[in-house]
């Protein structure tokens, strides 16, 4: 039995290596893809609880699953939505740097 | 046993006269306009010659109360008419005189651009001076008193193109101010002390404690005299009314001669059991009114406008009525304001009829040699000139003696006022033949140039018009028509008659007059008492006639008989010549001691250092402020989606941070 905290470790190291590639990068894409890295290392973290709590009460605890499949489903959803803005920032800017798409600048 | 009166009804009916008139005037066909003003002030009128019809039957005086109109614990002050014999003398100057002045209004004010607003702005006048002399209580007569400076200020400023006509309105308003400040303290000291401000109901406190002498009452006294001198241009506001004469002649005659600028004497003979137990106030007025009378009279002498003799003249004359006022002949003051306002509207009017004769010009060394030509005008003038200067039996000649019989036999220092008010009444009788002299009679003299500003916009149009008929050539000089005439025969002949109502025993008569007024302003322990008989009066009487008599002498030689020797005088007199031609520097003095301070204070410490340095300043600052902050914060906004992520993941981890480690280091450290 692997212990809890190796999974959590990992997730830890997934979200992290997500937020500094949100931070790092310019293209979007990439941004776009270290959300997708930091979405799964929470979901990681989601199972590794269900499946500790399920130890613990002697009984299947499915609620941090359902939850997994919440944020797929809201991460899909935000994919199709999120590639459609950038199709059309890019038609109209013709770049995909996310420092040149600074339009709510006051 | 008393009939409803229905005295409201007096004031409200040129009320409105002046509602239609103001407000839908402009729209409506002029001869509506005319019939609605006139109509509005002949009811009035027609109203009190039935009041008087039925005088003698009346209960005195006659209460008229329409409900409370502030009413705060105990004090009360009520919508409350009185009549009594004070107020019907008013009742018939102002509905009377205002009527003919209305009628003659028709023809003065005929080509005039605004016709309907003058007549609108005549109506209010009535309005607001009915509402004054009918008042029961001091703050309703307050109403009316205000009023009425309103009117005067709109009127003034009839020709509100003209710069000098809207400055002379703006000081009268503000002048008359000062008065009302007065006024104003003086309402505040009476419901300090009685707890209200009727009349009947001051008065009667007054009389139930007989040991008030003096002390607040003189107080109260002197600021009513304050209001008084306001409203009726004595020393030392009588700056005004000078200026005044800027407004149409027939609003001269009307407001400042004959009605308004005697409020301030009605008004101190309506008070008079407040000044009867001040002896010190009595004597500020007597002062004052004698004081008023000289001075006025002397810069009289050597004004050139026409108008502008006749205001001092009004200045002087009522100086005479605040003299009666001031020795306790309220009766005799109150006949003298009845006189004067008979010879003075006449006056007036006649001086206005003069002016439209001659197509604006009012500069008597422009005039000459209109006696054959406007014949009318000329004796109806004549008859008012004679009754101003005292000649018997015209109408000044009785009420002006007898304020100063009455002077003579006041106790203190009624005889210097006497002498005073005696020397004055040669003044009087000098410049008000030397008018006469200028304007009826020698050559027509032609204009002075280079004052063809200074016609009076009779005839003004903006229409191509007015270039000719402003031209005091391009008229022929013309007797004005009758409906302008008529109302100067009526005054005429009140001007000669009218001194019947109040002949004095002396010569026969029975003082009618007096004795009408008495139960209202009879003094109630008389100062003149004693000393005073028939023959005393008979030799007063004729020593001012001899001294009137001196005055048409005087004028008769200087401009008439030997028209060079007044410019010669004034070359060896010239000191006092320039002193009194330049009305001695009054309006300079106040304008150097008063304006000027008060509006350094109000442009520099009140308009640059309160106004937009504390205030705006203030408001500025805190405006500034919120903008400043509001920028700094602002940066954070770069529009850089990486800088927005890079905030939220700082403060993530450091909310994480503080939920782990807590707040202080001690959690750590342990």
Same mark, same amino acid.
């Given at each position: 039995?692997?212990?809890? @905290?190796?999974? +959590?470790?990992?997730?830890? $190291?997934?979200?992290?290596?997500?937020? @500094?590639?949100? +931070?790092?990068?310019?293209? $979007?894409?990439?941004?776009?893809?270290?959300?997708e890295l930091m979405l799964n290392a929470v979901n990681l973290a989601f199972i590794a609880f269900s499946r500790q709590w399920s130890q613990i009460t002697g009984q299947l605890q499915v609620n941090g699953q359902i939850f997994v499949f919440f944020v797929m489903v809201v991460?899909?959803?935000?994919?199709?939505?999120?590639?459609?803005?950038?199709?059309?920032?890019?038609?109209?800017?013709?770049?995909?740097?996310?420092?040149?798409?600074?339009?709510?600048?006051? | 046993?008393?009939?409803?009166?229905?005295?409201?009804?007096?004031?409200?009916?040129?009320?409105?006269?002046?509602?239609?008139?103001?407000?839908?005037?402009?729209?409506?066909?002029?001869?509506?306009?005319?019939?609605?003003?006139?109509?509005?002030?002949?009811?009035?009128?027609?109203?009190?010659?039935?009041?008087?019809?039925?005088?003698?039957?009346?209960?005195?005086?006659?209460?008229?109360?329409?409900?409370?109109?502030?009413?705060?614990?105990?004090?009360?002050?009520?919508?409350?008419?009185?009549?009594?014999?004070?107020?019907?003398?008013?009742?018939?100057?102002?509905?009377?005189?205002?009527?003919?002045?209305?009628?003659?209004?028709?023809?003065?004010?005929?080509?005039?651009?605004?016709?309907?607003?003058?007549?609108?702005?005549?109506?209010?006048?009535?309005?607001?001076?009915?509402?004054?002399?009918?008042?029961?209580?001091?703050?309703?007569?307050?109403?009316?008193?205000?009023?009425?400076?309103?009117?005067?200020?709109?009127?003034?400023?009839?020709?509100?193109?003209?710069?000098?006509?809207?400055?002379?309105?703006?000081?009268?308003?503000?002048?008359?101010?000062?008065?009302?400040?007065?006024?104003?303290?003086?309402?505040?000291?009476?419901?300090?002390?009685?707890?209200?401000?009727?009349?009947?109901?001051?008065?009667?406190?007054?009389?139930?404690?007989?040991?008030?002498?003096?002390?607040?009452?003189?107080?109260?006294?002197?600021?009513?005299?304050?209001?008084?001198?306001?409203?009726?241009?004595?020393?030392?506001?009588?700056?005004?009314?000078?200026?005044?004469?800027?407004?149409?002649?027939?609003?001269?005659?009307?407001?400042?001669?004959?009605?308004?600028?005697?409020?301030?004497?009605?008004?101190?003979?309506?008070?008079?059991?407040?000044?009867?137990?001040?002896?010190?106030?009595?004597?500020?007025?007597?002062?004052?009114?004698?004081?008023?009378?000289?001075?006025?009279?002397?810069?009289?002498?050597?004004?050139?406008?026409?108008?502008?003799?006749?205001?001092?003249?009004?200045?002087?004359?009522?100086?005479?009525?605040?003299?009666?006022?001031?020795?306790?002949?309220?009766?005799?003051?109150?006949?003298?304001?009845?006189?004067?306002?008979?010879?003075?509207?006449?006056?007036?009017?006649?001086?206005?009829?003069?002016?439209?004769?001659?197509?604006?010009?009012?500069?008597?060394r422009a005039m000459g040699g209109l006696r054959k030509k406007i014949p009318i005008t000329f004796w109806t003038m004549t008859a008012a000139v004679l009754a101003i200067s005292g000649i018997p039996p015209f109408a000044g000649f009785v009420s002006k003696d007898e304020i100063?019989?009455?002077?003579?036999?006041?106790?203190?220092?009624?005889?210097?006022?006497?002498?005073?008010?005696?020397?004055?009444?040669?003044?009087?009788?000098?410049?008000?033949?030397?008018?006469?002299?200028?304007?009826?009679?020698?050559?027509?003299?032609?204009?002075?140039?280079?004052?063809?500003?200074?016609?009076?916009?009779?005839?003004?149009?903006?229409?191509?018009?007015?270039?000719?008929?402003?031209?005091?050539?391009?008229?022929?000089?013309?007797?004005?028509?009758?409906?302008?005439?008529?109302?100067?025969?009526?005054?005429?002949?009140?001007?000669?008659?009218?001194?019947?109502?109040?002949?004095?025993?002396?010569?026969?008569?029975?003082?009618?007059?007096?004795?009408?007024?008495?139960?209202?302003?009879?003094?109630?322990?008389?100062?003149?008492?004693?000393?005073?008989?028939?023959?005393?009066?008979?030799?007063?009487?004729?020593?001012?006639?001899?001294?009137?008599?001196?005055?048409?002498?005087?004028?008769?030689?200087?401009?008439?008989?030997?028209?060079?020797?007044?410019?010669?005088?004034?070359?060896?007199?010239?000191?006092?010549?320039?002193?009194?031609?330049?009305?001695?520097?009054?309006?300079?003095?106040?304008?150097?001691?008063?304006?000027?301070?008060?509006?350094?204070?109000?442009?520099?410490?009140?308009?640059?250092?309160?106004?937009?340095?504390?205030?705006?300043?203030?408001?500025?600052?805190?405006?500034?402020?919120?903008?400043?902050?509001?920028?700094?914060?602002?940066?954070?906004?770069?529009?850089?989606?990486?800088?927005?992520?890079?905030?939220?993941?700082?403060?993530?981890?450091?909310?994480?941070?503080?939920?782990?480690?807590?707040?202080?280091?001690?959690?750590?450290?342990?």
């Amino acid at each position: 039995m692997v212990p809890i @905290a190796y999974y +959590l470790v990992l997730s830890a $190291i997934l979200f992290s290596i997500g937020v @500094a590639a949100f +931070l790092i990068k310019r293209n $979007i894409i990439t941004v776009f893809m270290s959300i997708e890295l930091m979405l799964n290392a929470v979901n990681l973290a989601f199972i590794a609880f269900s499946r500790q709590w399920s130890q613990i009460t002697g009984q299947l605890q499915v609620n941090g699953q359902i939850f997994v499949f919440f944020v797929m489903v809201v991460a899909a959803a935000e994919a199709a939505v999120g590639l459609a803005i950038i199709i059309a920032i890019f038609r109209a800017r013709n770049t995909l740097n996310v420092d040149q798409v600074d339009l709510m600048k006051l | 046993m008393n009939s409803d009166l229905h005295l409201w009804l007096i004031p409200l009916v040129p009320f409105a006269g002046f509602l239609v008139n103001g407000l839908v005037g402009r729209k409506l066909p002029k001869a509506l306009v005319t019939t609605i003003a006139l109509v509005a002030s002949l009811v009035p009128a027609l109203q009190v010659a039935a009041i008087v019809t039925k005088f003698g039957s009346l209960t005195l005086p006659y209460l008229e109360n329409h409900g409370a109109w502030i009413a705060a614990g105990s004090f009360h002050a009520d919508f409350a008419f009185q009549l009594d014999q004070l107020t019907l003398v008013m009742l018939c100057i102002v509905t009377g005189v205002g009527f003919l002045i209305h009628v003659y209004s028709v023809g003065y004010m005929a080509e005039e651009q605004g016709y309907w607003r003058f007549f609108a702005y005549m109506n209010l006048f009535l309005f607001f001076m009915l509402t004054l002399v009918l008042a029961e209580n001091f703050l309703l007569m307050f109403v009316g008193w205000e009023g009425v400076g309103l009117a005067s200020y709109l009127l003034i400023g009839f020709y509100y193109t003209r710069v000098s006509a809207a400055k002379a309105g703006m000081k009268a308003f503000v002048v008359n101010r000062i008065g009302d400040f007065g006024f104003l303290i003086a309402m505040f000291l009476l419901v300090a002390h009685f707890g209200s401000l009727s009349f009947s109901e001051v008065f009667s406190q007054i009389g139930a404690h007989p040991e008030w002498q003096s002390g607040f009452l003189t107080a109260i006294a002197l600021f009513l005299v304050l209001g008084a001198t306001g409203k009726s241009a004595q020393i030392p506001l009588y700056v005004w009314l000078p200026d005044a004469m800027e407004g149409p002649t027939p609003v001269s005659a009307l407001i400042h001669a004959a009605t308004m600028v005697t409020a301030g004497v009605y008004m101190v003979a309506r008070t008079h059991v407040i000044f009867d137990r001040s002896p010190l106030a009595l004597a500020v007025v007597a002062t004052i009114g004698v004081a008023t009378a000289f001075f006025a009279a002397t810069i009289g002498i050597l004004q050139t406008d026409i108008k502008r003799v006749l205001a001092y003249s009004t200045i002087s004359q009522l100086g005479y009525m605040f003299l009666g006022c001031g020795v306790a002949a309220y009766s005799a003051g109150i006949f003298h304001l009845v006189t004067h306002a008979f010879f003075k509207a006449l006056l007036f009017l006649a001086a206005g009829s003069v002016i439209h004769s001659l197509s604006g010009e009012q500069d008597m060394r422009a005039m000459g040699g209109l006696r054959k030509k406007i014949p009318i005008t000329f004796w109806t003038m004549t008859a008012a000139v004679l009754a101003i200067s005292g000649i018997p039996p015209f109408a000044g000649f009785v009420s002006k003696d007898e304020i100063l019989y009455q002077a003579f036999l006041s106790p203190n220092g009624g005889k210097i006022f006497w002498a005073v008010g005696l020397l004055t009444a040669g003044l009087t009788a000098f410049y008000m033949f030397r008018l006469w002299y200028m304007t009826f009679f020698g050559e027509r003299r032609e204009p002075l140039a280079s004052h063809e500003e200074d016609l009076a916009p009779v005839h003004a149009r903006s229409d191509t018009k007015l270039v000719l008929e402003a031209d005091p050539h391009a008229h022929p000089v013309h007797e004005s028509p009758w409906v302008m005439l008529g109302p100067l025969v009526i005054l005429a002949i009140l001007s000669v008659i009218g001194g019947f109502m109040g002949w004095p025993e002396a010569l026969g008569g029975s003082n009618w007059f007096g004795r009408f007024l008495e139960p209202v302003v009879a003094a109630a322990h008389p100062t003149s008492a004693g000393g005073g008989n028939n023959s005393l009066e008979l030799i007063l009487a004729l020593t001012s006639v001899a001294v009137a008599a001196i005055g048409w002498l005087f004028a008769h030689i200087l401009y008439y008989a030997k028209p060079g020797l007044p410019a010669r005088m004034a070359e060896n007199l010239r000191v006092v010549y320039t002193l009194v031609k330049n009305k001695y520097w009054v309006d300079e003095i106040y304008g150097a001691l008063i304006v000027a301070p008060v509006l350094f204070i109000a442009r520099w410490l009140l308009g640059v250092l309160i106004d937009r340095v504390v205030i705006d300043g203030g408001t500025l600052t805190a405006g500034y402020t919120a903008q400043g902050f509001g920028a700094l914060i602002a940066r954070i906004q770069s529009g850089n989606i990486r800088s927005y992520a890079g905030w939220l993941a700082l403060f993530a981890a450091a909310l994480l941070a503080i939920s782990y480690f807590g707040w202080t280091t001690h959690f750590y450290l342990q």
